[in-house]
């Protein structure tokens, strides 16, 4: 109770999490949300009676906050019911008009587009805020971009759930992009139609474009086009396969990702540039960066961690200002819950927790983990705090990768040690083209050096992944496992903290009953005798 108090967006954000997750496991249909809209309107007038007869009786003190607890659960559950997707039984043939949302174009000749339906030739009940995934077959004859119209003629088939056994279930990953069907057509089913209308949403992918023709314009080459593209404005569909698979096994794919890094870097370009017209503590420095690290989200597209990343920084900031000191678990929690608010099915995205969970342990374990060692050369010292910054951020999300992906980087230290610090210049050169793209020389030279440092990079993840036991796979723990885990690890912090007999024997008793659940695990592994049968590429296997 007494954390909950102390992290009042805490309770906010685990309440929002309560409503999400209910809906998820109880959902209502369409005709019955009326009940939910009812429970909200009847909560409110029993807080009103509440504040006008009886706020001042301390017995009662309870009720506001139970009342508003129970509104915010509702509240949050009646969001994720608007935001998920019309779940489709049946597939239809049909034609459909529609916008294009996002275009990315594959091998062998495939096009994934994500299409906002507007108007379909059946009778069919949608939500505004459905998508349909179209899987286009073969060269479009005309270009298309995105915000453009179409009209397409084929199947809408439901999303079809994983056939193996504890598989990855894209369907339902799909399903928390917001999208309801899918349709797999050759390229003479669809075409552009005229009316293409100016929207804001889009002139950030305008933006990119220019950005990405820039580059390619003063010689950089396509795959550090990509990469740039990946670490500057967090889109990674134009990377190689390969090269994402470099990154990933060794423990450094966190770098394609807009995140935390990439906008402290940005944040830092910002007030050094800025640090010649303001001092050093001004409201107007502090207003110029912000709005600064709000076109930069802009352009990004309002990533989760972007957004994370630019409104911490920007409170941080305003903290600074007034002389306070932000609590910043506090801070992540609101971060988390506003998100949450504005898409509730980012608590399903994998990059949503880990991100968040990221900074939380880097604010709980880094400062204890860095002094451990007090080194007196200042190379040491800033290799240390790598390591520790690289532990405390892993230390914090490693249960829950174990548990989603079932593997880890097991050289991710190496990889952080060698490619984050590379980060900072590849971002300051990617910048610094598009600022000098008028000076064709400065801006050659520039991408001379931001291309040798991404091939280097490159490089480096390539043969990191090629050490003995770099990427540990067939890993897996169970939900409760990975709770227990997290336990372990605050009682860990707890013995950081205060080291003593009593915070020993906790962490030694968490200790035990993690490698009893490990232990009980593993013998009901033992003692299953069942046959699975696998679908491999339209074959089983057994």
Known sequence: MRLLHELPFLR???????????????????????????????????????????????????????????????????????????????????VVVGEVNSLEYRDNDWIRIVL???AFDTALQFKRSDKLLLMVRGPLKDSLQEGDRLISKGEVMPLSPGSNPNSFDYSKYLRNKGICGQMFISSSDLRPIAGRKPKLRYLPQKIRAKCMTIYSKYGMSDKSVAIVQALLLGDRSGIDREINEHFIKSGAVHILSVSGLHVGIIHLLITTLLAPFFKANSPAKWTVSTLALLAYSFIAGFSPSVSRAAFMFSVVSAGKLSSRRSNIYNLVCLSASLLLIINPLSLFNAGFLLSHMAVIGIAAFYRPINNLFNFRFVGFRHLWSLVALSLSAQLSTVPLSIYLFGAFPAWFILSNLIIVPICTPVIISAVGIL??????????????????????????????????????QH?????????????????LYRLMLNPGYKSITQFIAILAIVTGGFCYQHSIKLKSSQLVVYDVNRAFLM
Do not use: H
Not at 475 to 491: E, G, T, V
């Open 116 to 118: 906002k339906p507007e």
């Open 475 to 491: 890993l897996w723990i169970s939900l409760p496992i990975m709770l227990i885990l997290y336990l372990a690890i605050i009682y």
């Open 12 to 94: 906010i954000v685990l309440l929002i999490s309560c409503g999400i997750i209910l809906f998820q496991y109880s959902p209502l249909s369409t005709d019955n949300m009326m009940i939910v809209i009812a429970a909200i309107g009847i909560l409110a007038a029993l807080m009103l009676v509440y504040i006008i007869f009886g706020s001042g009786k301390y017995r009662k003190r309870w009720i506001p906050g139970f009342l508003s607890s129970i509104s915010l659960i509702i509240i949050a559950y009646t969001l994720t019911a608007i935001k998920t997707p019309t779940a489709l039984s049946t597939s239809f043939d049909t």
């Open 435 to 472: 600022i000098f793209s008028p000076l064709p020389f400065v801006a050659k030279i520039l991408v001379g050096i931001c291309d040798d440092l991404l091939l280097f990079m490159t490089d480096i993840a390539a043969t990191i992944e090629q050490l003995p036991g770099s990427y540990l």
